[in-house]
């Protein structure tokens, strides 16, 4: 019982210290927002296109609203010795990974949505299956968050959090599928996409939205729920191996 205490503690924390700041609120809003009117205006072609760019613009905002919280929280928090005290906690070292990281899952699931609140506006999104997509934004904003974790554990500057950030989002936004299908890149570069989580999530997202996925829903599901245990586990091992001993 006491676990979860700390455990529920150290996210109200997290969301007090940082994610239901003002600002961070409104960047959550206006970025997502940011993308969604830059690519209708890019793509002219109305809101008869809108779901071919939902998946895209979703992942997106998950992907940079996950990865620059957490990178940057935990580096920081590291720098200042606060994340030191928290090791010091008598909890398992992997539910206070799980408490540092549950905000920034939250905050990518609700970055998610802003697009397709704008959307509602002016398109009927009753077509789309909403019980599919919902479970891939989930997956989605973990895996993007356990990214921002692995690179926060993997440098020791704030300023090195994000340019090591750019280094996974920014080749992910053109070869994950996300605003153009994978099949029309280069095939000596195609296969560079499928290293990365972002992919089986926008092509479970364009399954959901445009029936447009490339391979099995299922299969996605699970290469996606790996990412996630497989970067969780790799943080856990650096952050016992470079902080703890």
Same mark, same amino acid.
């Given at each position: ?9 150290? =996210? ?9 700041? @003002? &600002?961070? =609120?409104?960047?959550?809003? =206006?970025? &997502? ?6 690519? #209708?205006?890019?793509? %002219? ?28 929280? /935990? ?18 070292? %992997? ?7 549950? %905000? ?8 998610? $949505? ?7 506006? #002016? $398109? ?6 909403? +019980?599919?997509?919902?479970?891939? /934004? ?7 968050? !356990? ?22 989002? !920014?080749?992910?936004?053109? +070869?994950?599928?996300?605003? #153009? @299908?994978?099949?029309?890149?280069? $095939?000596? =570069?195609? @296969? ?23 391979? &099995?829903? %299922? ?10 245990? $497989? ?15």
């Amino acid at each position: 019982m006491k676990t979860w205490i700390a455990f529920w503690n150290i =996210i109200l924390k997290d969301m007090r210290a940082y994610y239901l700041k @003002p &600002p961070n =609120i409104s960047w959550g809003i =206006i970025f &997502p927002l940011a993308w969604t009117g830059m690519f #209708f205006i890019r793509s %002219g072609g109305g809101f008869d296109g809108v779901l071919d760019l939902l998946p895209g613009l979703m992942a997106i905002s998950i992907l940079f609203g996950t990865t620059s919280m957490l990178a940057v929280t /935990v580096t920081f928090e590291k720098k200042g010795k606060s994340f030191d005290r928290l090791l010091l906690a008598p909890i398992p070292l %992997g539910v206070l990974m799980l408490a540092k990281t549950s %905000g920034a899952i939250v905050f990518g699931i609700a970055n998610a $949505f802003v697009p397709v609140a704008m959307a509602c506006f #002016f $398109f009927d999104l009753s077509r789309v299956g909403w +019980l599919t997509a919902l479970p891939a /934004v989930i997956l989605i904003a973990v895996s993007s968050t !356990f990214l921002g974790l692995f690179i926060a554990v993997s440098v020791s500057e704030v300023f090195e959090a994000q340019t090591f950030s750019n280094f996974f989002r !920014f080749p992910m936004i053109f +070869l994950c599928g996300l605003f #153009f @299908p994978i099949e029309r890149l280069p $095939f000596f =570069i195609k @296969p560079l996409s499928y290293i990365f989580p972002l992919t089986y999530g926008a092509d479970i997202l364009h399954g959901a939205f445009n029936r447009a996925h490339i391979m &099995p829903l %299922g299969l996605d599901f699970v290469l996606l729920g790996a990412f996630c245990v $497989f970067l969780f586990l790799w943080s856990y091992r650096n952050i016992k191996k470079r902080w703890i001993m």
